[in-house]
């Protein structure tokens, strides 16, 4: 496993994120479905969902980075919910570059349980600072 590159963000340390790979074309990671990041009806809320992504297109933005820039920051984010994530679960997210740039990237995560049924698909746009 590589050293978790998701602990040098204090909220996705809190929510749990892990990441189990990480180079500029793919990040790996995966999260446990909490009852504290639950809604109603024992299913991880959405915008848990969004944030786990949201963590994982940063890391691959970040390592993407020209050797100039400062950081990264997100400047948008689609969500397509496809499928719940009951308590007890684990979701992986794969993130991989739909286009890297001096200014922008985009980055698309496909989200599943671990026994392959679908969560969500987030595109997001990262800023070059």
């Not at 024992?42 to 969004?50: D, E, L, N, P, T």
């Not at 969560?119 to 990262?126: C, D, F, L, R, S």
Request: charged share 20%; net charge neutral.
């Amino acid at each position: 496993m590589t050293a978790n590159l998701a602990d040098s963000m204090p909220f996705s340390r809190l929510m749990g994120v892990e990441i189990i790979s990480a180079s500029k074309d793919e990040i790996k990671g995966e999260i446990q479905v909490r009852d504290d990041l639950c809604t109603t009806g024992s299913i991880m809320h959405g915008g848990a969902i969004m944030a786990f992504a949201d963590a994982l297109g940063a890391i691959g933005a970040f390592m993407s980075l020209p050797e100039t820039a400062k950081g990264t920051t997100t400047i948008e984010s689609k969500t397509n919910f496809l499928g719940v994530a009951p308590l007890g679960r684990k979701i992986v997210g794969i993130t991989t570059p739909v286009k890297t740039g001096a200014r922008l990237s985009v980055w698309q995560t496909d989200m599943r349980l671990e026994d392959g049924r679908k969560v969500a698909i987030v595109t997001q746009t990262q800023l070059v600072l």
